[in-house]
């Protein structure tokens, strides 16, 4: 696997990865790979959004709620099947494909930043 290219701190800073919980999940059929439609608070200042990921693998709706994550809140909007995406839910792939979500073990308000 090769590493992209070196980007500043400074670019980086404008990456707002966030911290929040799963509120909501339900099925999302009319998605082209298996995938949820996922809801997560970040907190008053940013609010509830919506997403779409393909986590259904390793994980149940049931077993989605309350979970702690990490979301990418500013790369504006993207339509999948008719469903607007708002942020990007982030994880890592294992072996075999299925993504892990990318979470938090400690009691972090929603809508901190990633530091």
């Known amino acids: 696997m090769t ?3 070196e980007i500043s701190f400074e670019e980086f800073t404008k990456v707002e990865l966030r911290s929040g919980t799963i509120v909501k999940a339900e099925p999302f059929p009319k998605a082209h790979k298996p995938a949820y439609k996922i809801w997560v608070d970040f907190g008053s200042e940013i609010g509830t959004k919506q997403t779409s ?11 989605l709620i309350g979970k702690r994550v990490i979301g990418c809140v500013n790369l504006g ?7 607007t ?3 990007l839910l982030v994880g890592f792939e294992d072996e075999g ?19």
């Open 3 to 5: 590493l992209q290219s």
């Open 77 to 83: 909007t993207k339509n999948i099947g008719g469903f």
């Open 97 to 115: 494909g299925a993504i892990s979500l990318a979470t938090i073990d400690s009691d972090v308000p929603n809508g901190k930043k990633l530091h």
């Open 53 to 63: 990921a393909q986590v259904t693998i390793n994980y149940t709706l049931e077993n």
């Open 85 to 87: 995406s708002e942020f």
